[in-house]
T-cell receptor, first 112, second 114 residues
Framework: DGGITQSPKYLFRKEGQNVTLSCEQN?????MYWYRQDPGQGLRLIYY???????QKGDIAEGYSVSREKKESFPLTVTSAQKNPTAFYLC???????????FGQGTRLTVV | AQSVTQLDSQVPVFEEAPVELRCNYS??????LFWYVQYPNQGLQLLLK??????LVKSINGFEAEFNKSQTSFHLRKPSVHISDTAEYFC????????????FGKGTRLSVIA
């Protein structure tokens, strides 16, 4: 089945540790995105990539890093510099020339 | 830059009653408009979209939204809701050019009461 796979679904980490969230798509989409969701805040853009080996910061990029070495993969690293990392993280992708985004099932990160 | 305001954070409604979820946007350029639905602990699913043409767009499960350029609105309506419509609904906007990230509102939690 075609789609976007985020793993793991739930992730627990100790404060001060870096953690990497996986996002893989087999839709052959060029663009990929990472959003953060907090209760009552909607979705806020962290990073996005419109093509392999290129990415841009979103509105809340501080404390996060990404890479785009392959078209189908766009991992997000939450670093120890992110002051409040506990949140629901959503990955999305969109086809070339289209703006509608298709979402994965999300990863809930809890930092203790 | 674009922005989206969803005027109600929570909307309770009785089953089989009509509902309207309000969305206003701000943009200096032409935009595309979307409504997404999210069930608990899941990703977002596209409900409907306005790209061009008819200003009234409909989904397969009875929702509809009307693009009103003069009022910069894209309100979502359903004439008769079901328990299964209980979810969070997000309005989103993007610029006309392709592959630009969506900008989301803060969401409206629709609770359908039996």
């Amino acid at each position: 089945d075609g789609g976007i796979t985020q793993s793991p679904k739930y992730l627990f980490r100790k404060e001060g540790q870096n953690v990497t969230l996986s996002c893989e798509q087999n839709l052959n989409h060029d663009a990929m995105y990472w959003y953060r969701q907090d209760p009552g805040q909607g979705l806020r853009l962290i990073y996005y990539s419109q093509i392999v080996n290129d990415f841009q910061k979103g509105d809340i990029a501080e404390g996060y890093s990404v890479s785009r070495e392959k078209k189908e993969s766009f991992p997000l690293t939450v670093t120890s510099a992110q002051k409040n990392p506990t949140a629901f993280y959503l990955c999305a992708s969109s086809p070339t020339g289209r703006t509608e985004a298709f979402f994965g099932q999300g990863t809930r990160l809890t930092v203790v | 830059a674009q922005s989206v305001t969803q005027l109600d954070s929570q909307v309770p409604v009785f089953e089989e009653a009509p509902v309207e979820l309000r969305c206003n946007y701000s943009s200096s350029v032409s935009v595309y408009l979307f409504w997404y639905v999210q069930y608990p602990n899941q990703g977002l699913q596209l409900l409907l979209k306005y790209l061009s043409g008819s200003t009234l767009v409909k989904s397969i499960n009875g929702f509809e939204a009307e693009f009103n350029k003069s009022q910069t609105s894209f309100h979502l309506r359903k004439p008769s809701v079901h328990i299964s419509d209980t979810a969070e609904y997000f309005c989103a906007v993007s610029r006309y050019s392709g592959n630009t990230p969506l900008v989301f509102g803060k969401g409206t939690r629709l609770s359908v009461i039996a």
